[in-house]
């Protein structure tokens, strides 16, 4: 296993042995706000508008073409979104697809699908601000029944946080549906959560106002509004 993996997996577990018997969400609730996604009208039928707390906006339409298992092409899986919101100035603009990335996975340790979810923003956003998923392959019958892993890196100005698939709460079978994110810096700090259990996904947001709070947010949308093909089967 690779020392950086190493290095946060000792960390998270340190962090756990201060916190036994607690669930991530048990850990997160003190410092975050729990806030669930709205819908709301957008200017038209293809772009539905939504609001997460103070953060609002409007998502474009998403096509979606699986193929295989967890697998997707970049140019039939497309999505995106606009955002205004605290710190976000006259809002950020979202483009996600498939693609390969700029950004180095190297710390994850599962086997990864040739492409990844590529996010790239613009608008208020941070200049070269971006998001990489990594999607996992193989594990067919175990990924019936737990979620399927996924991992990436978000870059947003000064600000780097990692997320990854997590049980964040309570022992569930997901049925190979991709449901909690973890979302936390690169020293293994939980920062922010999102699940995407039941009609409406609920987002873990830093309390404290600022560059951090606002790239969670932007974060959280960009794995809110991934239609994950590993949920088409």
Known sequence: MRPVCLALIAAFALTSSAHAGQSILDRLRPTTDEIKLQGKKGHDLFH????????????????RHAEGLGLFTS????????VTGPG??????????GG?????????????????????YGGAAPKDAELDLALSTGGKLLNRLAQPQRGGEFHYGEVTLRVTT?????????NGQTSDYLIARPDGTPVAAVRKTGLQPTVYLPKAPGPERDAAAVLALSLIFFNDPGNTR
């Open 166 to 174: 997590e049980l964040l709460g309570g022992l569930t079978l997901s």
């Open 88 to 97: 976000l100035g006259d809002g950020v603009t979202a483009d996600c697809a």
């Open 48 to 63: 539905p508008g939504y609001a997460l707390g103070d953060y609002a906006g409007e998502t474009h339409a998403a096509t």
């Open 75 to 82: 140019d039939k899986f497309k999505t995106g979104f606009t």
């Open 100 to 120: 390969q990335g700029r950004i180095g996975l190297d710390w994850l340790a599962f086997k990864r699908d040739e492409l990844a979810y590529i996010c790239s």
